[in-house]
């Protein structure tokens, strides 16, 4: 028996196509990838800025993930920051690339990959005693892991999935909220500048980075029908109000100031726009909120880098993307051919790309999401 929460859009012709642009005329390919078979070449429509060129780069970094995912359904990363591998991290992106194609844990070219994938988070969960979803090495950072686990499950959830499956991912992301929401930064007289997140599960600090990660997360959370306190939400937003700079960049913290820092600042984006900012309730566009976003926007514009490779670039893009395909607009439209293009360039033989030092399953899956972002398919990018 199937549960449905958000089905994604019917295949298009242009999703059909892609497939047809790399098979074979009579179209028919098998074997350990997982490959399904499709009939008569159909048509060759993409969506707008998507180009054959860049379906064989996804397809290639799709691949390269299949390929190198371990027999329990994970990926680890060796790299930078300490040599942590920070496991379901590295599993949540790589599950949402595959999410991202249009393949679900239970159908499409990758469903096998999506699905262990899936069930290697859920057994972090599910032998976690307070909720907290992380991998046996990435506890000193391990609130990065559960945002991002959180993330990937919501998406899960929100597509197509038997009942048994279902079900364990809601009594998961029930727990995981529930923890996330416990953990949010009380600093008793400081409180006004609280609401943030930081590294573990400790209401004692906050900071950028981890804060938007907790947001996005139970936004995904609340946007397929799991209960998540309005105030969590509403504390969080406020927080990374107060965080905004003069220039219009979000700083490290809201205790420690300083200058801003592009990276949180482009993530900052995405964030409020999953978060609603535009939506009726929160005052439109003429709302404290969406004028926040606008600064934002325009700081980013003039601070965040498509052709340098530097710092934190695949987070930055990560996010970066997120936020300007669902603002639309001539800021994606302006956007997304220039990150593809350099994304495209930088593309190893094997199908990856290093990412930010950390390793090839993170910057491979962060590049596979960006790329993807026209095909629609991730329920928390979907306009």
């Known amino acids: 028996m199937k549960t449905k929460r958000h089905i994604p859009p019917r ?96 159908s499409g070219p990758y469903a096998k990959q999506a699905r262990k994938a899936m069930l290697f988070i859920l057994r972090l969960a599910e032998s976690s005693k307070d909720g907290l979803i992380c991998g046996p090495t990435g506890e000193s950072r391990s609130m990065y892991g559960h945002g991002f686990s959180m993330l990937f499950l919501a998406q899960c959830y929100g597509v197509e999935l038997n009942k048994d499956f279902s079900e364990r991912i809601r009594k998961v992301l029930h727990r995981a909220v529930r923890l996330t929401a416990q953990a949010q930064s009380d600093l008793g007289p400081a409180r006004d500048h609280a609401g943030g997140w930081i590294y573990t599960p400790n209401r004692r600090s906050d900071e950028g980075s981890v804060t938007v990660t907790q947001l996005q997360a139970l936004r995904a959370c609340r946007n397929v029908g799991i209960k998540v306190p309005r ?45 609603g900012v535009y939506d009726r ?58 990150i593809r293009n350099r994304l495209l360039q930088r593309q190893a033989v094997d199908g990856s790309w290093m990412g930010d030092s950390v390793g090839t399953t993170y910057g491979t899956a962060i590049a596979a999401i960006i790329l993807q972002l026209p095909y629609g398919y991730l329920p928390i990018c979907q306009k």
């Open 231 to 275: 105030s969590t939400i509403e504390r969080a937003v406020k927080y990374l109000r107060y965080c905004q700079q003069a220039d219009g960049g979000i700083c490290y913290s809201s205790r420690s100031r300083g200058s801003s820092r592009p990276a949180i600042s482009a993530a900052a984006i995405a964030c409020f726009y999953a978060a």
């Open 281 to 338: 309730q929160r005052g439109g566009p003429d709302s404290p909120e969406a004028r926040m976003v606008e600064k934002l926007v325009a700081y980013c514009r003039r601070n965040v880098s498509v052709s340098r490779f530097s710092g934190h670039y695949f987070y930055t893009h990560f996010y970066m993307a997120q936020g300007l395909y669902q603002r639309g607009g001539e800021d994606w439209k302006n956007y997304y051919p220039k």
């Open 11 to 106: 295949r298009p012709l242009w999703a059909v196509a892609v497939l047809a642009l790399l098979l074979p005329a009579g179209g028919e390919v098998g074997g350990p990838g997982g490959r399904v078979a499709h009939a008569a070449p159909p048509s060759r429509v993409l969506p707008e800025m998507m180009t054959p060129e860049t379906v064989k780069a996804i397809e290639k970094g799709l691949e390269y993930l299949a390929r190198t995912q371990r027999a329990d359904g994970s990926w680890f990363n060796t790299g930078g920051y300490g040599g942590y591998s920070y496991p379901a991290v590295m599993t949540s992106l790589a599950g949402m690339a595959f999410l991202a194609s249009g393949s679900t844990p239970e």
